[in-house]
């Protein structure tokens, strides 16, 4: 069954979806995090079950991530979501550490992509249904620019200054925004 809880963030409310999952730590397995005016965010729908007791530990992590206490989170996912090729991109974008960011085109050679397939880099990332969670917010353009975020380029920001603030910077040769 799908279920949903919200959360508030500094990003405003945060619509967390999940399917109950009796292997799952806490009984769910998390398959959508979405902000408020997210383009492509879900939305709740009938027959979703309200338990937010279920989303108690990525509740907590997201609560340690704000308050810069938490970089990397351990959250069971659901299978299934996304073609091949974008669950390629968004394993890339797990990688990515907590305080630097990366390039679309440098993410695009990073799992073997031509040149000529950033856009399409660009669409999987936009396609990340897990915002803040996988970390799609440490993209940026290739000269350092803020480009694309599906929660708002002022989320972006402000996700990339908490990670400037408390992140350890460069210690895997990725740049810092």
């Not at 995090?33 to 009938?46: C, I, T, Y």
């Not at 990339?160 to 603030?165: G, I, N, T």
């Amino acid at each position: 069954m799908t279920v949903y809880a919200t959360l508030d963030s500094p990003l405003g409310e945060l619509l967390l979806v999940g399917e109950e999952s009796a292997a799952a730590p806490g009984g769910v397995a998390l398959v959508s995090l979405s902000v408020p005016e997210q383009k492509g965010g879900a939305v709740v729908q009938d027959g979703w079950r309200c338990a937010p007791e279920l989303f108690g530990g990525v509740g907590e992590q997201l609560k340690a991530y704000f308050a810069g206490e938490l970089t990397h989170f351990d959250v069971a996912y659901a299978r299934g979501s996304g073609t091949e090729f974008q669950r390629r991109v968004w394993s890339a974008v797990d990688r990515i550490p907590y305080g630097h960011t990366t390039s679309y085109g440098q993410l695009a050679e990073s799992i073997g992509a031509s040149r000529a397939a950033v856009r399409a880099v660009g669409t999987a990332i936009g396609r990340n249904p897990l915002l803040v969670l996988r970390p799609c917010h440490r993209i940026v353009a290739s000269d350092g620019s803020l480009a694309g975020y599906a929660g708002g380029l002022e989320r972006k920001r402000l996700l990339l200054d908490l990670e400037r603030a408390d992140g350890d910077g460069g210690a895997d040769g990725g740049s810092r925004a």
